[in-house]
């Protein structure tokens, strides 16, 4: 989902780089107070930015003949809430950005717009909705992280779009043509970023149910039972 | 029943993966005799993309540093890669071994 470096016009690369600042700082706010207030979170903390950084580094095969990768974003999102993951993916695509010529310093506030804010974002909405209408908590986690993956490479699509409309079909056209490209190689990507969260959220419930519960992302019973 | 769970949908994931590698086919090379790539970075598709449908746009920034080749790229990516999973590892050791302790000391009545 990376817009490649000097792929925005100005005036979009700063109004994305405008709206992405607050995130991330409010991100750190939000992270500096919690790791003061429950130190013993730090580890899981590290366990969902480590996730982030195996994840966007895995460029995997998809049916359309191209290669993405995943975003990792879904389990931080759901573990400490949409906003600590701003920072997190913004280490990630920076690090991405300066090192390796991927996505880029221009773009970086688009970039992380998607991948560490409409994400988690998604993420952490869709996984609350689930647990209010009483989906398997395995299923919500699921679900959550798999469709805040896909939801990243269509507001990629829709930056691109947006940028870029076709001369002929305006936003629209020119939205079905990046979709094509990002979000169709992307749905075998998101199930597989889905079953990953699920995995690493099992071993977490199994290891780390008192934080969890403390983080209400597990209710009390569901351990005791 | 946890476990099987797990497996299973490792299964899947690396099923996921090498499905495509296995039903995607190399088309014949096009008319200008250049072999045709497959499997590019979606990213890269995107750029190209970017070119068919405003042909007179031009990258205004470059990169400041690039990958000298596409091996210190992977080199630089499974570092990324390398640093998480170690990350993850070291908690799922620490974890389990904190666990089997806990079982331990409460199986054995303290004397």
Same mark, same amino acid.
């Given at each position: 989902m990376h817009i490649m470096?000097?792929f ?23 992270? %500096? !107070?919690?790791?003061?207030? !429950? ?27 191209s290669?993405s ?5 879904? /389990? ?17 695509? /920076? ?12 773009t /970086?506030?688009? %970039? ?21 209408? !009483? ?18 490479y269509?507001?990629t699509s829709?930056q691109l779009a947006?940028a870029f ?9 020119s939205?079905?043509k990046f979709a094509s490209v990002f979000a169709?190689t ?8 889905? /079953? ?5 959220? %099992?071993?977490?419930?199994?290891? %780390? ?6 983080? !209400? ?9 | ?39 590019a970075g979606a990213d890269d598709k995107a750029k190209d993309l970017v070119g068919t449908i ?58």
């Open positions: 470096e000097g925005l016009p100005v005036k979009h690369a700063i109004g994305w780089s405008v709206a992405a600042a607050p995130f991330v700082i409010y991100g750190l706010y939000t992270i %500096n !107070k919690r790791i003061k207030e !429950k130190p013993e979170q730090r580890m899981l903390l590290g366990v969902a930015a480590a996730f982030t950084f195996v994840l966007s580094a895995l460029k995997m095969p998809s049916v359309t003949g290669c990768h995943p975003t990792g974003t879904g /389990l931080g999102a759901i573990l400490f809430g949409p906003a600590a993951m701003a920072p997190i993916g913004a280490v990630v695509l /920076l690090f991405q950005a300066i090192l390796l010529a991927h996505g880029g310093l221009t /970086l506030g688009a %970039n992380v717009i998607s991948m560490a804010v409409v994400g988690p974002f998604a993420a952490a909405a869709i996984f609350r909705a689930a647990k209010a209408v !009483k989906v398997p908590f395995a299923f919500s986690i699921f679900l959550a992280a798999s469709c805040a993956d896909l939801l990243t269509i507001t829709a947006f409309p076709d001369p002929a079909g305006g936003f629209a056209a939205f079905t169709l992307q749905i075998p990507l998101a199930i597989s970023e889905g /079953l990953l969260t699920v995995v690493v959220i %099992n071993a977490l419930v199994r290891f %780390n149910s008192p934080e969890l519960q403390e983080m !209400k992302v597990i209710a009390v019973q569901e351990v005791q039972a | 029943m946890k476990r099987h769970q797990n497996l299973l949908m490792m299964i899947a994931v690396v099923v996921l993966v090498a499905l495509p590698l296995w039903m995607v086919k190399k088309p014949a090379p096009g008319p200008d005799g250049k072999d045709v790539q497959i499997f405003v042909p007179a746009y031009k990258p205004w920034f470059k990169p400041l540093i690039e990958p000298p080749s596409g091996e210190i790229g992977s080199l630089l990516f499974a570092l990324q890669a390398a640093l998480g999973a170690g990350f993850i590892g070291y908690w799922y050791g620490s974890s389990k071994t904190r666990a089997q302790m806990r079982s331990k000391t409460e199986k054995e009545p303290r004397c």
